[in-house]
């Protein structure tokens, strides 16, 4: 059974009196039906969050009279918004180094139709995944990273960013750390799965730190990708239990558990439109 055609409006603005009401009746103003709509209130810095999904058929015929009017009403509340259709995915390139968890996880849930988003490409620092991706009838890019080739090789995934016209980057266990200006250019557009309960055990080795600290709980954390490696705003985590028995090969084997299942919800709240990105931090509207 497909998913209801529909607009997904989200908007985030200083808080203050009348933001709902005025929304809403902008929506019925145009013959919006609303099938689903979330507001949350920020109270310490007083800000107004709301993601409404809209029918499609009920406002698609005066679209463009909706958006012109909606323009004006998020100038007079000082707002940023954005409307998403449904109906036409985001185009996705994933980028993987050797681990192929995440990467399996996320072709297997594109083949099955899950995927409310479209892989176009997967760049890979290795051409180890090569044969697993072009099996799914993907395109696949070897772009080696070293020292001294950092810099053309990240012009490299760049150009082919352009080229795909992709809307989203994944980090589905990429092992480089990306470049501040590419981090800058795409800010909001960049997810990664890091393989710890953030902020703790940050880096490329987190099993290790966690195991070596004893802890009782691991975890994995989906997140929007800033130039500080690992501190960007979370978007959906998750834990599990772990003791004293357990060898640094069954925490990585207990962890793919869960980083790919946090990364397949974090993935679908950002194309599903439920994500805000406030500052360092997030309101996901599940
Ligand atoms: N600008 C950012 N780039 C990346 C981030 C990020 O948060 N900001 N996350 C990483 C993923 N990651 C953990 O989740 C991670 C990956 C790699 C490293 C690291 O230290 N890499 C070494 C090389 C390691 C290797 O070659 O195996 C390095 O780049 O020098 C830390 C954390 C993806 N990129």
């Not at 463009?64 to 000082?78: K, M, S, T, V």
Request: net charge neutral; with cysteine; aromatic share 6%.
């Amino acid at each position: 059974m497909t998913a209801p055609r529909q607009f997904r409006l989200t908007l985030a603005c200083p808080d203050r009196l009348g933001i709902a009401a005025a929304v809403a009746q902008c929506i019925v103003d145009h013959g919006g039906w609303v099938q689903e709509a979330h507001n949350h209130a920020e109270t310490d810095d007083p800000h107004f969050f709301m993601r409404v999904a809209i029918e499609h058929a009920s406002l698609a015929p005066r679209l463009d009279d909706f958006q012109r009017a909606f323009e004006a009403l998020a100038a007079r509340f000082a707002m940023r918004w954005s409307l998403a259709d449904s109906a036409r995915p985001k185009r996705i390139v994933l980028m993987v180094s050797k681990q192929a968890h995440c990467l399996y996880d996320l072709l297997g849930r594109m083949q099955a139709g899950e995927l409310p988003g479209q892989i176009v490409a997967v760049i890979s620092n290795h051409p180890d995944l090569r044969g697993l991706v072009e099996w799914h009838g993907l395109p696949f890019h070897h772009v080696p990273v070293t020292p001294d080739t950092k810099p053309a090789a990240f012009a490299e995934v760049e150009r082919l960013h352009a080229a795909y016209g992709a809307e989203l980057i994944v980090l589905a266990r990429y092992m480089q750390v990306l470049p501040p200006a590419l981090c800058a250019r795409q800010a909001g557009r960049i997810l990664n799965i890091h393989h710890s309960f953030l902020p703790s055990f940050v880096g490329a080795r987190p099993y290790h730190q966690a195991h070596a600290r004893g802890v009782k709980l691991i975890g994995a954390t989906c997140h929007y990708v800033t130039a500080d490696l690992d501190e960007g705003p979370i978007v959906e985590q998750d834990v599990i239990r772990i003791d004293h028995a357990d060898r640094i090969e069954d925490l990585v084997r207990t962890g793919q558990d869960v980083e790919k299942a946090v990364l397949a919800r974090g993935l679908r709240f950002h194309l599903e439109d439920r994500v805000i990105v406030h500052g360092h931090r997030t309101v996901v509207f599940r």
